[in-house]
């Protein structure tokens, strides 16, 4: 028995959920769909509302926007499975046996299987560089590797979680905002819980503008640094997060909060060109948070 729950904002997903609707079907297992729209548009309500006449599938449209970790609560509190599938809006399932590779480890001693993230090839227009080339190199790793920090890349685009599990991790996730991956896989390895990656990937297909990744990306060091600050990340296998907190105990942290002052505008001219230098973009993350300690 499965519970797939998908959160929605500003996103057609007709598509999404009548390919694993099929898959679902085929497999012949007992199963939901639940998509819950946290109060898109309507023009998006009513073009997705239609799927909501497939078998054991609803489409419920929130009054208000809580954002995506009380979204996606609110799912897994409605679900009737003991274990959930989490996909984003915005992805598409990358094999036909996307479903059956999940429902392989439903009898499995693992508490949470994540699928991992795929792009496309082809490369997108220059305004979608920087999250399609980042995404190409950071995101898109072979199950093979990150089973050898699987705590490191959990990516809630695409996974399958225990009920009991998620629920009682969502919660410790109180704010809104973007980042709380790295806190969610912290929370994983704080509490021992059994991960496991394996290749069932998931297109990413909603690519950020350069501007608005970016920024997200600026949102995420914030959210670190808060969560860093209040004491609540005890384990991670989180990069950024680990040289931080060497840079710190070497008290190279003014070091880099100088390079950021120095040379932000020239980091920022490259990572929205249409030839983002990725490990830039990482010396960026990493200076910006040493000067927001700083600063603050």
Request: net charge positive; hydrophobic share 40%.
């Amino acid at each position: 028995m499965l519970s797939v729950l998908i959160p929605v904002y500003n996103y057609d997903i007709k598509a999404l959920v009548n390919l694993v609707h099929k898959q679902l079907m085929a497999s012949e297992i007992i199963f939901e769909i639940l998509c819950l729209d946290d109060n898109s548009n309507t023009n998006t309500s009513v073009l997705n509302a239609e799927i909501g006449q497939l078998q054991n599938t609803s489409y419920q449209i929130s009054k208000v926007n809580t954002g995506r970790v009380a979204t996606r609560q609110t799912l897994a509190e409605q679900a009737k499975y003991d274990w959930l599938l989490f996909l984003d809006a915005d992805v598409m399932p990358k094999l036909d046996e996307f479903i059956s590779n999940y429902i392989a480890f439903l009898s499995s001693e693992y508490d949470a299987i994540y699928g991992g993230f795929a792009y496309q090839p082809e490369q997108p227009k220059n305004e979608f560089m920087l999250r399609w080339t980042y995404g190409s190199s950071n995101e898109q790793v072979q199950a093979s590797l990150r089973n050898k920090t699987p705590y490191k890349i959990v990516i809630s685009a695409n996974f399958m979680i225990k009920k009991s599990v998620f629920l009682k991790l969502n919660s410790k996730i109180t704010q809104r905002g973007y980042g709380y991956d790295n806190f969610f896989g912290a929370l994983l390895k704080s509490g021992q819980y059994n991960v496991f990656h394996i290749d069932n990937e998931v297109y990413h297909l909603g690519l950020e503008p350069n501007e608005r990744y970016l920024h997200k990306i600026e949102q995420s060091v914030v959210t670190l640094l808060k969560l860093d600050s209040n004491d609540h990340i005890q384990h991670t296998e989180n990069s950024l997060y680990n040289s931080y907190k060497l840079l710190k105990k070497l008290k190279l942290n003014y070091v880099f909060s100088l390079i950021y002052t120095s040379f932000k505008k020239q980091f920022r001219k490259n990572l929205l060109s249409n030839k983002p230098n990725i490990r830039l973009l990482q010396f960026y993350k990493l200076s910006y948070i040493c000067y927001l300690e700083l600063n603050s």
